[in-house]
């Protein structure tokens, strides 16, 4: 089976990010969603940049866009909420078009690619691991996939989809906020880029029960 193939079997409709509103600035300016390791290189964006987390495990990865399926890493978007309880700011989820888990180079990884049990593959196959009926990890941990899991959910929330590089914002298909107010302000950066209509969508369910 294709990478296509899978994504129509499981019902895939949208790989996602999660960023606070700098990050979404800076992608607005720059037009990419780029990679950590191409950020702090890129001149425009120097008063913005700042990453989710202060330290990588995974430095041979440095740069791929990091994102998910379906469904936001919850566990870590948790951890981001935290680091910045202090900071005056909001989320979003940037929503992209399934096609570019077709796209060259992207990688595929079972659980969150730091950790040791991960199994990281390209290609159906190695989308398709994603979706096994058990997989391992953190701390080695077995994940079964339970019955009245949606085929589109991965088995392990954690499990990434490694975009090399940067990825252009001409996959964006919509924006995820959990407030009215954020949603104002969505509006407000895109008119202000000049960028052509997205929807944003108010959905504070996608967020995981944290607001930040």
């Known amino acids: 089976m294709s990478v296509r193939g899978v994504i129509q079997t499981r019902n895939i409709e949208e790989v996602v990010h999660f960023t606070w ?3 979404l600035v800076g992608a607005l300016h720059c037009g990419f969603l780029k990679s950590r390791l191409r950020l702090p290189n ?3 964006l120097e008063f913005i940049y700042e990453p989710n987390a202060a330290y990588r495990k995974d430095v041979a990865w440095l740069d791929y866009v990091n994102l998910s399926i379906s ?3 919850c566990e870590f978007f948790g951890h981001s909420c935290r680091w ?4 005056d700011l909001w989320w979003c989820i940037l929503s992209f ?3 570019i888990l077709n796209h060259s180079g992207v990688w595929f990884t079972t659980t969150n690619n730091i950790y040791p049990a991960t199994r990281r593959g390209t290609g159906s196959a190695g989308l398709q691991a994603l979706f096994a009926e058990r997989v391992l990890g953190r ?5 079964q996939r339970h019955s009245g899991m949606p085929l ?3 088995t392990c929330e954690q499990a990434e989809v490694l975009y090399p590089g940067e990825l252009s914002l001409e996959f964006l298909r919509r924006i995820y906020v959990s407030t009215g107010e954020d949603h104002d302000e969505v509006k407000a950066q895109l008119a202000a880029f000049r960028w052509r209509p997205v929807d944003v969508i108010i959905a504070p369910d996608r967020f995981g029960g944290h607001t930040g």
């Open 71 to 73: 469904r936001i890493n």
């Open 139 to 143: 701390y080695s941990v077995v994940l």
């Open 84 to 87: 910045r309880r202090d900071q």
């Open 42 to 44: 890129t001149e425009e």
């Open 97 to 99: 078009d399934r096609v």
């Open 152 to 154: 589109h959910f991965t």
């Open 21 to 23: 509103h700098r990050g």
